[in-house]
Nanobody, 124 residues
Framework: QVRLVESGGGFVQAGGSLRLSCAAN????????MGWFRHPPGKEREFVAG????????YYTDSVKGRFTISRDNAKNMVYLQMNSLKPEDTAVYYC?????????????????WGQGTQVTVSS
């Protein structure tokens, strides 16, 4: 129903910045919420950031607060994750996710649609 494509990942040194983008294709972008999750090597996938239909409602995991910023442009069917002051522990595959229903933005189960992921590697 909804196709999500992430881009913007890459290699960066600690302290650097990256901006991830997620494009929604194939339908009108009318989701209630969008989220970013990440899957570090050898660890479980975890919530990073979320944003409701109203851009005034944003949510972050504690480890990225003050460093990452999630935003969305509904007119362009896009969601972004600006990542500053990157740390080696931020290294992971980052996934964009979307839901058309209400629920907790923190929960993987809320999101019905997932992108393929984009690799972010932060060197020390």
């Amino acid at each position: 129903q909804v196709r999500l494509v992430e881009s913007g990942g890459g290699f960066v040194q600690a302290g650097g910045s990256l901006r991830l983008s997620c494009a929604a294709n194939g339908r009108t972008f009318s989701t209630y919420a969008m989220g970013w999750f990440r899957h570090p090597p050898g660890k479980e996938r975890e919530f990073v950031a979320g944003i409701r239909w109203s851009a005034g409602y944003t949510y972050y995991t504690d480890s990225v607060k003050g460093r990452f910023t999630i935003s969305r442009d509904n007119a362009k069917n896009m969601v972004y994750l600006q990542m500053n002051s990157l740390k080696p522990e931020d290294t992971a595959v980052y996934y964009c996710a979307a839901t058309e229903w209400s629920g907790s933005v923190y929960s993987e189960g809320t999101y019905a649609y997932w992108g393929q992921g984009t690799q972010v590697t932060v060197s020390s």
